[in-house]
């Protein structure tokens, strides 16, 4: 799960992290009385999950209140385009009004995780600010790696080598350990996937401040931590993603036009790949997990559905915890109901087998069968082409 940027400094400042002073905004009167406060001269950010928003035009520094109101005024409800947000970009509904810095040096520094070390590792660079992407493209030795063991946790020698390789001066090197230090103990307590400080930056009175921030969270952990799913904000997010999760769907929007309904992880990738060996391109992952009830699967097909690009579906279910005939029967409940106009490949393997094709084939409906991926892939394939 990703929140936004005014989220994720909320949540630093809160374990000790120092950042900039700001305000949320979700209005132009909001971005002047935030603009006041701040004596005028202050920054007006966008706030969307991505990055990149500055080269987008998503960041801009005011010198007035009524500049800041000017701002707020053209970017709530504007369209911004990234590199991130691909061509249909994000819109704009939020924004975070903070104070100017006086900016003396620009550092990266995140903590993540890695699973060949099964440890998490410190990335950092003495390059930070919006062109860190190609500075590790162009110049991959000005990237510092640094492992953490989650048996022993952030040593001090750690750090030490940390600020060593990204060149913090020496008078901050006793802050920097300490921002370092609460960036791993967040890490660690909100089961995070990423921390991310892009620029960390020296400012002109010699201090280190979290300039901007970025954090996300392994979803597998939210249930644990009500006051994280709290931050949520679901607009930034698919729609047909949101509806999915309401029906413990794993459901993902591609591109393609052929719709995809799968149980299990893996035969979903493996859906995917087969589809685009036959020249087609999946619309969708879509995992509907392997306990799925009929309810679930007429919600998988409603949401699959709601995608306008896709003109076929194919159900792959290999039955081994779900069964076939609840499959089957879920197919069959979802296509009555409502009325689906485009084809529909099934493919069925495993527990139960043979019943759930019988189900299909006395349905009465107009299902396409599939003997095995391939034949299911070609048909799908060629269905969706017309």
């Known amino acids: 799960m990703n929140i936004h940027e005014y989220q994720a400094k909320e949540l630093l400042a809160g374990c000790g992290v120092p950042v900039p002073q700001g305000y949320l905004a979700e209005d132009k009167q909001a971005a002047i009385d935030a603009a006041n406060k701040l004596g005028g001269r202050c920054v007006v950010k966008a706030q969307i999950h991505s990055g990149g928003r500055g080269k987008a035009g ?10 800041a109101g000017e701002v ?68 991959p030795e000005k990237i510092a790696k640094i492992p953490v063991s989650l048996l022993t946790g952030m040593r001090k020698y750690i750090g030490l080598e940390v600020a060593r390789r990204i060149g913090i001066p020496a008078e901050n090197t006793k802050e920097f350990l300490a921002i370092l230090s609460s960036l791993y103990r967040l890490y660690i307590e909100k089961d995070c996937s990423l921390i991310e400080i892009n620029p960390l930056v020296l400012t002109g009175d010699g201090h280190l401040v979290a300039l901007d921030a970025k954090i996300n969270f392994d979803d597998n952990a939210l249930p644990r931590h009500p006051d994280v799913v709290a931050l949520r904000d679901v607009l930034e997010e698919d729609p047909k993603e949101v509806e999915a999760s309401k029906h413990d769907l794993n459901y993902i929007a591609l591109s393609g036009s052929v ?110 069968s599939a003997e095995d991926m391939a034949d299911a892939a070609r048909k799908a394939v060629a269905a969706a082409a017309g």
């Open 58 to 67: 998503g960041v801009k520094l005011v010198n007035s209140a009524e500049e």
């Open 259 to 368: 719709g995809c309904m799968v149980n299990g992880a893996g035969l979903a990738m493996a859906t995917m790949d087969i589809i685009k060996k036959f020249g087609g391109e999946p619309a969708n992952f879509l995992d509907v997990g392997g306990s799925a009830t009929e309810e679930r699967v007429k919600a998988a097909f409603e949401i699959v559905l709601a995608d306008p690009n896709v003109k076929a579906i194919l159900v792959n279910i290999f039955g081994g915890i779900m069964k076939c005939d609840v499959i089957a029967n879920g197919v069959v409940a979802a296509a009555k109901a409502m009325q689906i106009k485009v084809p529909v490949i099934v493919r069925l393997e495993g527990t139960n087998v043979e019943l759930g094709k019988k189900i299909l084939a006395e349905s009465g409906l107009k299902l396409i």
């Open 72 to 139: 707020a005024e053209k970017l709530l409800g504007a369209t911004l385009v990234t590199k991130q947000t691909g061509a249909a970009g994000k819109v704009v509904h939020k924004l975070c009004v903070t104070e100017a810095q006086d900016i003396r040096k620009e550092y990266y520094l995140s903590i993540t995780n890695d699973a060949a070390s099964a440890s998490l590792v410190i990335i950092a660079s003495g390059e930070g600010g919006t062109e860190i992407e190609e500075v590790s493209a162009a110049h």
